[in-house]
């Protein structure tokens, strides 16, 4: 597929004067065009800003303060994503039963869903419904499948009810469930992006290797397949470069920022001597955490394999997201505020600067050009 530049405003005016304007574009016309961008990792945020209890993960903040939620949408639109995803990860009957709100379960997808389309119809970008890993899968057991599949069905009539523009299916460490969520979203008619998160053995917990497994997808009728979570850019990027060799669809590439290693691949695996059993998953994941130049270099290397579905999940950042627009050729409304070093009273080279902290700043720090813009 041959990249051609993205236009602006994502709908076709009309050319008669007076006239409203056409259906903005979809997911797939946005695609054929270019990177589409979609900002994740709403639970790590809300975490880290005491609005959300790690462990159970369950986005409760979604009815207790969705100022936030509208928010953090916002925020992300602003750094330049494209996509308004709900906020709907974990919101499904097992995880809400785990901390007695299985009776909040309508009320909690609604209210994220509502929240979501707000924003999305306000600033021209696409609304996503976002169903996730039911976390009661069992490939062998058919009473799970059928439990699973009315997790899927019962969260899909709420986004389809919303109107969303397409439906995300994510974070599926099993194939066969990630097959079963796409089979629920194609019975709804919506498009359906699919991403995996592998585990620490490279394959799929049925054992699948990763390009199988988005054949599979791609056989079954998904719009986009790809991998989210979990891995961070370096061992997400080889794990990509299998599944655009295997499929012919648009891809997907939501990785974790954080420097995952050929030793400890997924970010479940990251360990710190530092810590009361080694390991940092999830609330030391601090020292681990890339900066905005690795995630925009990620970008970079994924569009150049034609991956155009691309984002940031658990522990991303408006930062992270204003930078890997920045790195597709994109100037989203936050890069008004994107770094200029050049005004810094250490390391700038503006003229109007005095010229006794520059030279403070040389001796003492190196020099000026060493800082990254």
């Known amino acids: 597929m041959a990249h051609r530049?993205?236009?602006?405003?994502?709908?076709?005016?009309?050319?008669?004067?007076?006239?409203?304007?056409?259906?903005?574009?979809?997911?797939?016309?946005?695609?054929?065009?270019?990177?589409?961008?979609?900002?994740?990792?709403?639970?790590?945020?809300?975490?880290?800003?005491?609005?959300?209890?790690?462990?159970?993960?369950?986005?409760?903040?979604?009815?207790?303060?969705?100022?936030?939620?509208?928010?953090?949408?916002?925020?992300?639109?602003h750094a330049g994503s494209d996509v308004v995803e709900a906020f709907t990860y974990y919101a499904h009957r097992a995880k809400l039963r785990m901390v007695g709100r299985e009776g909040d379960l309508a009320k909690i997808n609604r209210t994220a869903l509502r929240i979501a389309k707000?924003?999305?119809?306000?600033?021209?970008?696409?609304?996503?419904?976002?169903?996730?890993?039911?976390?009661?899968?069992?490939?062998?057991?058919?009473?799970?499948?059928?439990?699973?599949?009315?997790?899927?069905?019962?969260?899909?009539?709420?986004?389809?009810?919303?109107?969303?523009?397409?439906?995300?299916?994510?974070?599926?460490?099993?194939?066969?469930?990630?097959?079963?969520?796409?089979?629920?979203?194609?019975?709804?008619?919506?498009?359906?992006?699919?991403?995996?998160a592998i585990p620490r053995d490279g394959t799929t917990r049925e054992g699948w290797n990763v390009a199988d497994a988005c054949r599979r997808l791609e056989a079954g009728g998904a719009a986009v397949v790809g991998l989210n979570c979990a891995r961070g850019p370096d061992t997400t990027m080889p794990l990509l470069r299998e599944i655009r060799a295997a499929v012919s669809c648009h891809v997907a590439a939501l990785p974790v920022p954080y420097r995952t290693t050929a030793a400890e691949p997924v970010f479940q695996s990251l360990t710190d001597p530092s810590l009361p059993g080694n390991r940092a998953f999830p609330t030391a994941l601090d020292p681990f955490l890339c900066n905005r130049y690795e995630i925009a270099e990620f970008g970079k290397e994924a569009l150049a394999l034609d991956v155009r579905y691309l984002g940031v999940c658990c522990g991303a950042g408006p930062h992270h997201i204003r930078s890997l627009a920045e790195a597709l050729g994109r100037r989203p409304p936050a890069s008004r505020y994107s770094p200029d070093m050049s005004k810094h009273i250490l390391f700038g080279s503006d003229k109007r600067l005095w010229q006794k902290n520059l030279e403070y700043g040389r001796q003492t720090y190196g020099a000026a050009e060493s800082a990254p813009r």
């Open 5 to 77: 530049p993205r236009k602006t405003g994502g709908a076709r005016k009309t050319g008669t004067k007076g006239k409203a304007r056409s259906k903005p574009l979809g997911l797939l016309e946005r695609l054929a065009q270019g990177p589409v961008i979609c900002a994740e990792g709403y639970l790590f945020e809300f975490e880290r800003r005491g609005y959300l209890q790690a462990g159970a993960y369950v986005p409760e903040i979604v009815l207790e303060r969705p100022d936030l939620v509208e928010a953090l949408h916002r925020e992300f639109v």
């Open 118 to 196: 707000k924003v999305a119809r306000s600033t021209g970008t696409l609304l996503a419904g976002d169903i996730c890993n039911t976390s009661i899968y069992d490939p062998n057991e058919s009473k799970s499948h059928k439990q699973a599949r009315r997790i899927f069905d019962e969260q899909i009539e709420w986004a389809v009810e919303a109107g969303v523009d397409f439906i995300v299916a994510e974070t599926y460490s099993f194939g066969g469930e990630a097959l079963l969520a796409l089979e629920a979203i194609k019975q709804s008619g919506r498009p359906a992006v699919v991403t995996l």
